[in-house]
């Protein structure tokens, strides 16, 4: 049939093909199977056949081929056959083959290889011709010796399976009918699974075909090196692997055949689905020590629930049956390779450990959670988290606390039931450290009789809760009536991932469960493998951008590092003062150039969104911002309504619209943004009764009595948050009871239901003990979200009470554990619990505890106190230190104005002058004060003149007179533009006149160029004194020039435009108009870029030049669309809808 086999692994195919080549060219004939060989009966008699009658096997020898199954077996049958060898070795040396695979030398019997020279394979051709020749191995003289055995004897010989079929194409036999089909055990995700018969030793066994679908040749190969693995496992609780066989790419395992079937079927087939104590515990201990085996040798079965344990005989009394564990479709061994499809959560949902669904990799925890579970169905009947909608169920393993076993099987041991919960601990640091010593505890508990029994590794915070008090109900809760809703979002995530990005508002009262809906959208979108960030908008202390912070330091605390060097680049250098360490990913910078406040909020905004935009590129993002109605600017969201349409990112936008409606600014950001075709809005409403009852029982964890659901109804009205806590409330006080048919009122007068939502959280409160209420009442007056090294310094309890008193508060759902930057932070679920404390708290206590918290944080937070200033402003305030409250409000201030949060500064230098009241006159940081109230205004576009003309005043007082002739500037600019309601020529000309006549006999100054510009205007549209308008343009033009401030003069040049056509001078205006226009361009004052729109306002009466006009709309299109800023927006929009009325455009106008 051949001279020569060649024996090899498909990626030394480049090395295989030249030699083939080589060897027929010099007469040899050669067989070898190629990438278009097609796996099947023929195939593999093929292979058998060849290696039988060729003269000599050609190994190719390489680090991918010591892991091949396929190799191994052509390697013992050509041995077998008394073939001769002639290994290749490549990036192999062939003494570290000879240490490695000490099998396969013995076989292959020689200790002489030829070595892939590092050039290429040009050479080894010519070596190859004189190592068969020293075999003497001749051209056309291949042996035939095995020439008459059958294709299935060869295939037998070599270990391969021929499947031999009946007319329905149904498996009747495998390998060469040695294992014959009794009948087929069922089918699962991996795999066929058949009862055989051994013909060869006379024994049933079980066949699974394992399906390898999905795979690449990577994937598949470390399939088959894992399944070898698996095969030399022994233990007395794993299921015995006998062989492991193949056909093509194909794998079979050969398995004991356990005649007691699986532990899933012995759950079903027991009254209410549930087992006796016994038998969880028998059975719990087999499946724990066979993990203990499991994980003692490097493998995590990753797949543990009833369907994969199988017992040895039935679960009848007195059977004495065993359980082990099968089925490692899914295992990991302890290099970390995964054998499923990249973005797939693997396992099944019912059973699927938290910290997998987040995507963390598995470890031996992940299969103590996945026992749990199992322990837990064997003991009630029920999974921890039952439902039909997968992402829901994910949803809960990650958020919900189950309902405690004894909930549903009284009869339990405690130290049982705190043993399960301890398994299914959300964090996996917090169940017990071993398989193994869940084995211990299972025993104990056996031998005791259910007396205390305690395990190694730290208790979890939810074991604590039960311990301590009535089980709670589940952590987080259901989402009911939200199905349109749920759906909306949903699709939305889906559109996203496809790039079709979009904007979703979501809205209603506190406690409606807006938060809750995104926390269920989250687990749709990590499922289809998105990105996840998040922010919060905390009400007490108000930081810039503080969500869309937190949301990038959640990016850089979980995405890989190659990711983040992709996204982070140098126009994320705005967001350096808000996220330091981006600085890590920037790499140093130059100063930026001073702009103006307004171009400064636009590039911020712009370095958010193209972040949030970069990020989605490499993977699609889902962006959610909550209580938005606490930001001080909702900027980001026109800014990213716009550009999302093609990209893979969707914003959801959580907000309380009554609150909002109180801060008119970004109730005008948000209508705004409406307007955007990618926006969808989302309004919850409150639920209906039955959608109550429904809620109820699903809390309870079984239905409750009408008169229990409609009891609840009335008091919340329809709540979520309310409901919630209502029924924690009736659970704990022993108000209800689990009866035969559900949850009842056993006494109607025990249903005496609290008036309101702050009654039923105090009671709540109560119960958590008096350590626990004394750190969260501090923990009340630092705020909504704390440090836990804060409340160390100012509780003064012992550190393990006070984590204690933290781990009882999570368990009981009052606190909330959150990301921190390298500490330990924790956040109020809900304000209502933060207020019932914090009300609680006398006034004279109150400011002692203040003035404490904020000493704590200037100790604590002492490297990065420019992060606190907002923070340290409330408290000193709160806790009567005026000074120092006065201070940090002053910082503050500076640090929001800076940013630019304009409504944040506003409120810290409005809280400074107030201070200022109480304390010992200090002018020139009054003036100072001013200023900035000042600059406010006129940014803002405040209809006020009160703080400038306040601080012309205090400057004057102090001399400044560049600082006194700008606030006269800004007054004269207001009546100007008709910001203070009008425009009254008086007084613009008083307060131009006042600040050019303060600087005339100074130097040359931005405030100077600035006057006399202004002036300009004032004097030509005032008074019409257009010669002296004319002087002092030119005049303020050369001040400008000489400072080279391309903003003061892009604003004269635009006023002296207006002067010459006024004059008649067109062809100057024109020149005038075109140079303030360019200037512009060079300049960063936003205000000179949009002045220089107004030229046309003058022109057109005098020179209607329709190209002319042209250009001018389209530059009004173009800032409109640029920068937006709102300030802007009317003369802008007047100037676009004049120029195309000019233009006969009526509609665009």
Not at 277 to 305: M, N, Q, S
Not at 796 to 812: K, T
């Amino acid at each position: 049939m051949s001279d020569v086999f060649i024996s090899y692994v498909e990626e030394d195919t480049d090395i295989v093909e030249p030699i083939a080549r080589g060897l027929t060219e010099a007469g040899y004939s050669c067989w070898h199977y190629t990438k278009d060989s097609i796996p099947g009966t023929s195939y593999l008699a093929q292979i058998t056949a060849a290696i039988a009658r060729a003269q000599v096997v050609l190994l190719v020898l390489s680090e991918r081929t010591l892991d091949s199954f396929q190799v191994d077996k052509e390697i013992s049958f050509a041995h077998e056959s008394n073939k001769p060898f002639l290994p290749i070795v490549r990036d192999l040396a062939w003494s570290d083959f000879q240490r490695r695979q000490p099998t396969w030398r013995l076989a292959i019997g020689t200790t002489v290889a030829i070595p892939v020279p590092p050039g290429g394979v040009e050479t080894i051709v010519p070596r190859v011709l004189e190592g068969l020749r020293r075999l003497r191995v001749q051209p056309g003289e291949s042996e035939n010796g095995a020439a008459s055995r059958s294709v299935p004897e060869l295939a037998s010989r070599i270990g391969m399976v021929l499947a031999e079929t009946d007319q329905s194409g149904e498996r009747v036999s495998f390998q060469g009918g040695r294992y014959r089909v009794v009948r087929r055990l069922g089918e699962g995700g991996k795999g066929i699974a058949y009862l055989c018969h051994d013909t060869a030793l006379g024994r049933e066994v079980a066949v699974k075909v394992l399906k390898e679908d999905g795979l690449d040749v990577d994937g598949h190969a470390r399939f088959q090196r894992e399944i070898q693995s698996m095969a030399r496992l022994a233990h007395p609780n794993v299921v015995t692997v006998y062989d492991v066989v193949q056909e093509g790419r194909r794998s079979f395992l050969v398995l004991e055949y356990l005649e007691g079937g699986d532990l899933d079927a012995a759950i079903a087939a027991r009254p209410q689905r549930r087992l006796d104590v016994a038998t969880v515990l028998g059975v719990g201990r087999d499946v724990a020590r066979a993990l203990e085996y499991l994980h003692g040798h490097g493998v995590i079965h990753r797949d543990v629930k009833p369907g994969n344990v199988w017992l040895t005989a039935a679960l009848d009394a007195g059977a004495g049956a065993q359980a082990k564990l099968g089925d490692f479709g899914l295992a990991l061994l302890g290099d970390g390779t995964r054998l499923t499809r990249v973005g797939m959560l693997v396992g099944s949902v019912a059973y699927l450990p938290p910290d997998v669904a987040l995507g963390r990799p598995a470890d031996h925890r992940s299969d103590l959670y996945m026992l749990g579970a199992t322990l837990y169905e064997m003991a009630t009947g029920r999974v921890p988290f039952p439902g039909d909608d997968p992402v829901r169920v994910i949803f809960q393993h990650v958020n919900d606390l189950p309902v405690p076993p004894r909930r549903f099987a009284p009869e339990l041991p405690e130290p049982l039931e705190h043993l399960i919960l301890r398994l299914l601990a959300k964090d996996p640091a917090q169940r017990p450290a071993t398989a193994g010593d869940v084995a211990r505890v299972l025993d104990e508990i056996g031998r005791s009789g259910g007396e205390s029994v305690a395990a190694s590794g730290p208790a979890a915070p939810e074991a604590r809760a039960v311990r301590a008090s009535t089980p709670e109900p589940r952590f987080a809760q259901p989402l009911i009536g939200r199905d349109r809703e749920l759906a909306l979002l949903r699709a939305r995530v889906d559109a996203a991932a496809r790039g079709e990005g979009g904007l979703v508002l979501v809205t209603g009262e506190a406690g409606i469960g807006k938060t809750r809906l995104a926390l269920e959208v989250r687990a749709h979108a990590r499922s289809l493998g998105c990105l996840w960030l998040e922010g919060r908008y905390p009400k007490e202390i108000r930081i810039p951008g503080q969500g869309w912070v937190e949301a990038i330091r959640g990016l850089l605390r979980t995405a890989a590092p190659a990711t983040i060097s992709r996204v982070v680049r140098d126009q994320c250098a705005p967001l350096l003062k808000f996220v330091p360490e981006l600085a890590d990913w920037i790499g140093p910078l130059p100063p930026p150039p001073p702009v103006s406040p307004e171009e400064e909020r636009a590039r911020l905004v712009e370095a958010f969104a193209g972040l949030f935009l970069a990020i989605s590129r490499e993977q699609p993002l889902v962006l959610f911002g909550d209580d938005l109605q606490w930001a001080t600017s909702l900027d980001l969201l026109p800014a990213l309504a716009r550009r999302v349409e093609s990209e893979r990112l969707l914003l959801i936008a959580a907000y309380r619209d009554a609150e909002l409606k109180e801060q008119p600014g970004l109730a005008k950001t948000l209508l705004t943004t409406q307007r955007e075709r990618t926006v969808h809005n989302v309004t919850l409403r409150r639920l209906n009764e039955d959608e109550v009852a429904q809620l109820v029982a699903a809390t309870l964890g079984e239905a409750a009595s009408d008169k229990l659901a409609r009891a609840v109804y009335q008091k919340t009205e329809g709540n979520p948050f309310f409901v919630g806590e209502l029924v924690r409330y009736l659970t704990e006080s022993g108000a209800v009871t689990l009866g035969d048919h559900g949850w009842e009122v056993p006494d109607a007068g025990l249903l005496q239901l609290p008036d309101s939502i702050k009654a039923v959280v105090g009671e709540r409160l109560e119960r958590l003990g008096d350590e626990a209420k004394r750190a969260l009442t501090w923990a009340a007056v630092v705020g909504r979200e704390f440090a836990l090294a804060v409340l160390e310094d100012v509780a003064d309890l012992d550190e393990d009470v006070l984590l204690e008193a933290m781990d009882r508060a999570v368990a009981a759902r009052v606190l909330a554990p959150r990301p921190g930057l390298g500490q330990e932070v924790y956040a109020f679920v809900d304000n209502q619990m933060r207020d019932v404390l914090y009300d609680g708290i006398g006034p004279a206590r109150r400011r002692r505890y203040h003035r404490k918290v904020a000493e704590a944080i200037e100790r604590v937070h002492l490297r990065r106190l420019e992060e606190q200033y907002d923070a340290l402003a409330h408290h000193f305030l709160e806790g009567n230190d005026l000074e120092k409250a006065l201070e940090y409000a002053l910082k503050a201030g500076e640090r929001a104005y800076q940013a630019p949060s304009w409504a944040q500064a506003r409120g810290h230098f409005e809280t400074a002058l107030e201070l200022m009241d109480e304390l010992p006159e200090d002018l020139e940081r009054r003036a100072q004060v001013l200023e900035r109230l000042a600059d406010l205004d006129n940014v803002a576009g405040h209809q006020s003149t009160l703080h400038a003309e306040q601080a012309l005043e205090a400057f004057t007082k102090l001399g400044d007179k560049r600082k006194a002739a700008r606030m006269a500037r800004l007054v004269g600019r207001a009546w100007n533009a008709g910001f203070a309601g009008v425009v009254d020529w008086p007084r613009v000309m008083e307060y131009m006149e006042t600040g050019a006549r303060l600087l005339a006999d100074e130097p040359d100054s931005v405030e100077k160029a600035s006057c006399l510009g202004g002036l300009t205007g004032a004097l030509a549209l005032g008074r019409l004194e257009l010669d002296r308008a004319l002087a002092t343009g030119e005049a303020a033009v050369a001040v400008a020039e000489r400072l080279g401030n391309v903003d003061e003069e892009a604003i004269t040049c635009a006023h002296l435009g207006a002067v010459l056509v006024l004059r008649g001078d067109l062809d100057r205006a024109r020149e005038y108009a075109e140079r303030s226009w360019e200037t512009a361009q060079r300049g960063h004052d936003l205000f000179s870029k949009a002045q220089v729109m107004y030229y046309p306002l003058w022109n057109w009466p005098w020179r209607h030049d329709r190209d002319d006009l042209t250009r001018w709309l389209e530059r009004a299109v173009d800032y409109r669309s640029r920068y937006r800023v709102e300030r802007y927006d009317r003369p802008i929009y007047g100037v676009k809808a004049l120029l195309s009325a000019l233009l006969g455009q009526p509609a665009a106008a």
